[in-house]
């Protein structure tokens, strides 16, 4: 069973965030036709741990009972594009290739709502 964990202390999911961006990152490059450049993980560590710390960030993991399999990265941002008030985006998505196809970037989606 694959369950859903708000992360609250960014520091301590971090193991498994990292591995969840990398792929992430040769997944998205992969796609696009280049060559994956790996993630920056202090510069994404402090980015998440301030904006979860401000409340403008919302992380969520899924989770079997040995490994993260998805992610999801949320935030609240303001005057985006023609809108001009506070709007929720979900900025990063990833989920391991074993368990796509099951409905469950669609939990992620609900739940970061």
Do not use: C, N
Not at 29 to 50: H, S
Request: glycine letters at 10%; aromatic letters at 6%.
């Amino acid at each position: 069973m694959i369950e859903l964990r708000v992360v609250e202390d960014v520091a301590a999911a971090w193991p498994a965030l990292v591995v969840l961006l990398e792929a992430f990152e040769t997944h998205h490059r992969k796609l696009m036709g280049g060559e994956p450049r790996g993630v920056d993980e202090k510069k994404l560590l402090r980015g998440f741990e301030k904006g979860v710390a401000a409340g403008k960030t919302r992380i969520l993991l899924a989770e079997t009972d040995r490994e993260a399999v998805g992610m999801a990265v949320g935030s609240i941002a303001q005057d985006v594009g023609p809108v001009r008030e506070k709007v929720g985006l979900l900025t990063d998505f990833y989920i391991t290739e074993e368990h796509r196809g099951r409905g469950l970037i669609f939990r992620l989606e609900r739940a970061m709502e």
